[in-house]
């Protein structure tokens, strides 16, 4: 039995640190093409803003210093875990705070869990197995276990722990095969899993897929281990995809890790493979994420079939809805089913977008100069660290390529290519490029003659 098939959608509540919000201003496809980077300004990039903002959080991480375990009356462990993760030091002080939060953590509310839960995966699995270990059969939501699980695994990833995890799994959800999360971490937990991004389908079947004609679509091509860059580019509505002035392929480095790297079933998540609708364009309130307008992506359940099809559409979200913008050799393929299982979990608001984020903070990791998010993709900014200024965008050249033929509605498709330590680059792609294009051309002309 597939597991995905026999979901029934069960309403959930997502956050995502406020990256879009109703209301916010909107952007058409002409006010983008004028836009340029001097149009900008984000004073929390700027050394004095950055500064404050730091302050604060050390603020926070102090206050927790001084806990007693278990004790957390204004639920300051949260904040400061955060602070910890984000400002990325201070790890031994983390630590300590952590393994005070961890004392009778099920007795406190699913939130706070899913808070100390997720940085104790991020950044201390090997540290605290044990203190998580034992937590696992008092946790009763499937979010929060599945996280806990997640960090065990990534503690030890050996075959006696899996099947054991599994076992407990299926012991303390008997409906878990209809639970999104608990799929996820099931296929996780399998034998399989281990090889199935080896036997992935071919790259340009999917580069030419149909998705809806006449819409242009962002691939933002992935690193499983989303602590490397990706690489977005732009198929046009044309089926071409859209070169630079001197004839190279158009490009931006993406990066699609989220602060917590949990897998992108999980709130706050990495960002989930699979296809996405696009919506337009807009300029968040999140100051972190900056003024440059964002390109807004939407999973299944969070947009209608309707944003999807881009048209007038009656039915219900299915899995075989899901499908059909898929091409036949990717739809028996788990890993891009990880964006209907996302919507089905209830995410939502994982958006293209720019960074104001003091890309210092993370000196020294694989992603430098990259700024991780809540669980978006986010391409490189630069901004004038005297008043804040914008001085180069990637997420602006991204949105005007995406919107050049005056189009702002389309599609996203993210995939994971392997599982190489490095950056994507775009010699890696340029052939099933190539082959993709002349894929699309030749389905061109056979509808044009029909």
């Known amino acids: 039995m597939n597991p995905i098939r026999s979901i029934l959608f069960l309403a959930a509540t997502a956050w995502l640190a406020g990256c879009a919000a109703p209301g916010e201003k909107r952007h058409t ?44 009356p ?61 937590l696992l059969d008092k946790l009763s939501t499937p979010r929060e276990f599945a996280i806990a699980a997640y960090t065990v695994l990534q503690a030890d990833g050996s075959a006696s722990r899996r099947e054991a995890l599994a076992a407990q799994l299926h012991r303390q959800f008997a409906d878990w095969t209809r639970e999104p999360r608990l799929i996820a971490l099931d296929h996780a937990l399998s034998a399989e899993a281990a090889t199935e991004r080896r036997q992935r389908p071919p790259l340009a079947d999917l580069l030419a897929a149909p998705l809806r004609p006449g819409y242009p679509v962002v691939y933002s091509l992935q690193r499983s281990d989303r602590r490397h860059f990706g690489v977005a580019i732009v198929r046009a509505a044309d089926g071409r995809f859209v070169r630079n002035p001197d004839g190279s392929l158009f490009r931006v480095a993406q990066l699609a890790m989220a602060l917590t790297n949990l897998p992108g079933t999980i709130t706050n998540g990495n960002t989930p493979q699979g296809i996405y609708t696009v919506v337009g364009a807009g300029t968040a309130t999140n100051r972190w994420i900056g003024p440059t307008p964002y390109l807004e992506s939407k999973v299944p359940m969070e947009a209608t079939i309707a944003e999807f099809e881009h048209a007038p559409a009656q039915g219900e979200w299915s899995e075989d809805r899901y499908d059909t913008f898929l091409p036949a050799s990717w739809r028996g393929y788990f890993p891009i089913k990880e964006a209907w299982l996302a919507g089905l979990a209830g995410r939502n608001e994982m958006l293209m977008h720019g960074t104001t984020i003091n890309s210092d903070y993370y000196r020294g990791t694989s992603y430098y100069p990259g700024t991780p998010s809540a669980g978006c993709m986010v391409a490189m900014e630069y901004w004038n660290k005297i008043d804040g200024g914008m001085l180069q965008s990637d997420q602006l050249s991204l949105g005007k390529a995406f919107t050049r033929d005056g189009l702002d509605q389309g599609y996203l498709v993210v995939v994971e290519l392997d599982d190489r330590a490095a950056p994507v680059t775009l010699e890696e792609v340029t052939a099933d490029v190539a082959a993709a294009e002349a894929a699309f051309a030749a389905r061109s002309a056979i509808r044009a003659s029909n």
């Open 29 to 72: 496809p002409a006010e983008m093409a004028a836009y340029r980077p001097a149009d900008f300004v984000a004073p929390i990039a700027s050394a004095a803003g950055e500064q404050v903002e730091a302050t604060q959080a050390m603020e926070k991480i102090r206050a927790a210093m001084v806990l007693p375990p278990g004790g957390d």
């Open 74 to 134: 204004g639920e300051l462990a949260p904040e400061a875990l955060h602070a910890v993760a984000f400002l990325n030091r201070e790890r031994e002080a983390g630590l300590a705070i952590l393994r005070n939060a961890l004392v009778d953590l099920d007795k406190k509310s699913a939130g706070y869990q899913r808070d100390v839960l997720s940085v104790a995966y991020s950044h201390y699995a090997v540290d605290v197995t044990t203190q998580v270990a034992q």
